[in-house]
C-alpha cells in the first residue's frame, strides 16, 4: 500500500468559495442537507470519540451527491455569473429555445446532467465509456436523455464529448476547458456547509478529484487543523500518481467496483488545490472496498463502493494518521448502493 502524505498542508490557506450555490441549492424541489449518520461502532473500531458517515445516497431526488455540482454548473454553463440563480428563471430563460448539454460520465455526472436538463426542459446527451454497467445506463435514460456508448476510456469519453454539437458541462477541466468544471467544483461546496461539526479528519472518494478539491477549498479557507484525506481505487489512483510526481500525469486503468472513480487523469484545475492541501492520500483495493460496502451495510449505512472507500481508505491509514482519540471522522459517503 502506497500512502501520500504532507502533514503542513493543514496550514495552507486559500480564499472561500462563494456562497452563492448553497442558496441555489436551497431553493432547488426537495432541498434538504443529507444526514451525518454517526457510528459508534466504528468509532471503537478506530480508536476515535466518533465517527460520521456523510449519507448522500439521496440527494435532490438522486442516489449521489453529483446533482449539487451538475445543477449549478448547468445554470453557469447556460447564463454565466450573473444570470438568474433560480430554477424558474433558469426555465424562463431557456423556454423556447434548442439546447443540448453534453457530458461523459462514469454515471452518477452523467444522470444528474440528464435529471437536471430534464427539470428545466432541454435536452442531453451523455456519453459513457465501455466499463459502465447497464443499470447506470438504464438510469440515465430514465431522465430522458440520449446515451452513445464508446468503447474507449473514460478520458477518451470526455474528449468525445467535448467534440459533439452541444454545451459541454464536464466535472473536470483540462487546459482551454476551466470555467464551468469550476462552477461545479463551487456545487459541491453545499455538502461541507451543511457538515456542522468540527472533524479532525475528513475523508473523500478521488476520481478526477473534485469533490476532494471543494473539501480542500472549504477547509482550507478557514482557520482550523482539520486532516483531509483523499481516497481512490488502486486500480485508478491517477490522483495519487500524480502527487507522487508533483505533477499532473495520465495513468493507465483497469476495471474497479468503484466505477465511479475510474479516471486515469486528474481535473487540470483540481490538482494544485490537492497537491497544497490534502494532508494525506491512499489508494485502496476493491476486496476492501467491497468489505467496508458489507460493513456499513450491517451498520446501516446505504453506501455504494464510491462512497465506501472512505472508509477502506481510513482503515488503512489509521495507524500512520495523528488523530486525537477524542477526535471525529467524517467520512464522505457519495453513493447509496444502488447509484
Known amino acids: ?14 480564499p472561500a468559495p462563494t456562497t452563492s450555490p448553497w442558496a441555489f441549492h436551497q431553493g432547488l424541489p426537495g432541498y434538504a442537507p443529507t444526514p451525518l449518520i454517526d457510528v459508534p461502532k466504528l ?12 449519507d448522500e445516497s439521496a440527494r435532490l431526488g438522486l442516489p449521489a451527491f453529483k446533482v449539487l455540482g451538475a445543477a449549478w454548473g448547468i445554470r453557469h454553463a447556460l447564463v454565466g455569473p450573473d444570470g438568474p440563480d433560480t430554477l424558474d428563471g433558469l426555465r424562463a430563460y431557456v423556454a423556447g429555445r434548442t439546447i443540448r448539454l453534453t457530458t461523459a460520465t462514469d454515471g452518477n455526472h452523467g444522470r444528474a446532467v440528464a435529471h437536471f436538463a430534464r427539470l428545466l426542459g432541454i435536452s442531453a ?13 438504464d438510469a440515465i435514460t430514465g431522465e430522458g436523455a440520449e446515451v ?29 476547458y476551466e470555467d464551468i468544471p469550476a462552477a461545479i467544483v463551487d ?22 478529484g473534485s469533490l476532494a478539491q471543494a473539501a480542500v477549498r472549504h477547509y482550507r479557507s478557514t482557520p482550523g487543523d482539520v486532516s483531509l484525506l483523499g481516497v481512490e481505487p488502486t486500480r485508478a489512483a491517477c490522483v495519487l500518481s500524480s ?8 495513468i493507465d486503468t483497469s476495471a474497479t467496483v468503484m466505477a465511479g472513480l475510474n479516471c486515469g487523469t486528474p481535473s487540470s484545475t483540481a490538482f494544485p488545490d490537492l497537491l497544497a492541501g490534502l494532508d494525506a492520500a491512499v489508494a485502496v483495493t476493491d476486496e476492501d472496498t467491497e468489505q467496508a460496502v458489507a460493513d456499513l451495510a450491517t451498520l446501516g449505512v446505504n453506501a455504494g463502493p464510491c462512497g465506501a472507500a472512505t472508509l477502506a481508505g481510513v482503515r488503512a491509514v489509521r495507524p500512520v494518521l495523528d488523530i486525537p482519540s477524542d477526535g471525529i471522522i467524517v467520512l464522505i459517503s457519495t453513493e447509496g448502493r444502488h447509484a
Open 243 to 250: 502527487l507522487d510526481a508533483g505533477e499532473l500525469v495520465s
Open 148 to 176: 452513445v456508448r464508446v468503447e474507449a476510456s473514460y478520458d477518451e469519453a470526455c474528449r468525445i464529448a467535448a467534440a459533439a454539437d452541444g454545451i459541454l458541462v464536464q466535472d473536470t477541466a483540462w487546459d482551454g
Open 1 to 14: 500500500m502506497t500512502v501520500y502524505r504532507r502533514p503542513e498542508a493543514r496550514r495552507w490557506r486559500c
Open 187 to 208: 456545487g459541491y461546496s453545499t455538502l461541507f456547509r451543511e457538515i456542522d461539526v468540527s472533524p479532525a479528519l475528513v475523508a473523500v472518494p478521488m476520481g478526477v
Open 125 to 137: 446527451m451523455v456519453f459513457v465509456p465501455a466499463a459502465v454497467g447497464q443499470p447506470a445506463v
Open 43 to 54: 468509532a471503537a473500531e478506530l480508536g476515535v470519540a466518533q465517527v460520521l458517515v456523510k
